[in-house]
Antibody, heavy 120, light 112 residues
Framework: EVKLLESGGGLVQPGGSLRLSCAAS????????MSWIRQPPGKAPEWLGV??????????EYNPSVKGRFTISRDNTQNILYLQMNTLRAEDTAIYYC???????????WGQGVMVTVSS | DIVMTQAPLSVSVTPGESASISCRSS???????????VNWYLQKPGKSPQFLIY???NLASGVPDRFSGSGSETDFTLKISKVETEDVGVYYC?????????FGAGTKLELK
C-alpha cells in the first residue's frame, strides 16, 4: 500500500525557515517523480515543484512563485522527500502536501498534508 | 502559466441525478502525441485530494464508471451520473502539459 506521511509543519515567523519531510512507503521510491503541492485554507491547490526519479538524475523544477526560496530534495536511502522553505511570508500559510507523480502526468497519491502557518 | 477556469463554482444535485462540471484551459492541452493533458481530482470534506481521471477521459483504478471525462483541446467536462452521497466535495481540474502545473479554482458539489 502506498503511503505518504508529511511532518515538520507548524508556526513560523515571517522571514523564518522550515523544512518539511514526507516519508514514503509501499513503492520503489527511486522510480518515481515526487512533488510538493500546497493549499491555502479554502483555496485551490498550488503546485510548488517536482524532483525527478533516478532515471532522470533527480533533477528539479519549481513554480516561479517559489523558485529561489523553496528547495526540494530527497533521501533515497530512507525514502524521504524534503521541502526546505526559506524567507517565509504570510502568504505561504497553507496545508502542504507531498504527492507521487505518475507519468501521465498526474498526482496519483497524496499525503494527508501538514499545516504551515506564517505569522508573528 | 496555463490558467484553468472552472464553472460553476458550486452545484447542488439531487441524489440519483447527474451533474456536469466544466473546465477551460487558456492554452490547448492537446499534445502532439495525441494525448490531452487534463486531469480531475476530488477533495472530500476534510481530506486530501484524490485522483479521479487522467488524460481527459481515463478513469483511475477504483473510480466508479458513473464518472466520465470528455472534451476538446481547451474545453473539458467531468460528468457524474447518478450522484451518490459519497460524491460530495470539491472537484478540481488540473493540467499536466508543462511546468508549472496549475489547477482550477474548484467546483463544490453538494446534495439537495
Amino acid at each position: 500500500e502506498v503511503k505518504l506521511l508529511e511532518s515538520g509543519g507548524g508556526l513560523v515567523q515571517p522571514g523564518g525557515s522550515l523544512r518539511l519531510s514526507c516519508a514514503a512507503s509501499g513503492f520503489t521510491f527511486t522510480d518515481f517523480y515526487m512533488s510538493w503541492i500546497r493549499q491555502p485554507p479554502g483555496k485551490a491547490p498550488e503546485w510548488l515543484g517536482v524532483i525527478r526519479n533516478k532515471a532522470n538524475g533527480y533533477t528539479t523544477e519549481y513554480n516561479p512563485s517559489v523558485k529561489g526560496r523553496f528547495t526540494i530534495s530527497r533521501d533515497n536511502t530512507q525514502n524521504i522527500l524534503y521541502l526546505q522553505m526559506n524567507t517565509l511570508r504570510a502568504e505561504d500559510t497553507a496545508i502542504y502536501y507531498c504527492a507521487r507523480i505518475r507519468l501521465g502526468p498526474f498526482f496519483d497519491y497524496w499525503g494527508q498534508g501538514v499545516m504551515v502557518t506564517v505569522s508573528s | 502559466d496555463i490558467v484553468m477556469t472552472q464553472a460553476p463554482l458550486s452545484v447542488s444535485v439531487t441524489p440519483g441525478e447527474s451533474a456536469s462540471i466544466s473546465c477551460r484551459s487558456s492554452k490547448s492541452l492537446l499534445h502532439s502525441n495525441g494525448n490531452t493533458y487534463v486531469n480531475w481530482y476530488l477533495q472530500k470534506p476534510g481530506k486530501s485530494p484524490q485522483f479521479l481521471i487522467y488524460r481527459m477521459s481515463n478513469l483511475a483504478s477504483g473510480v466508479p464508471d458513473r464518472f466520465s471525462g470528455s472534451g476538446s483541446e481547451t474545453d473539458f467536462t467531468l460528468k457524474i451520473s447518478k450522484v451518490e452521497t459519497e460524491d460530495v466535495g470539491v472537484y478540481y481540474c488540473g493540467h499536466g502539459l508543462e511546468y508549472p502545473y496549475t489547477f482550477g479554482a474548484g467546483t463544490k458539489l453538494e446534495l439537495k
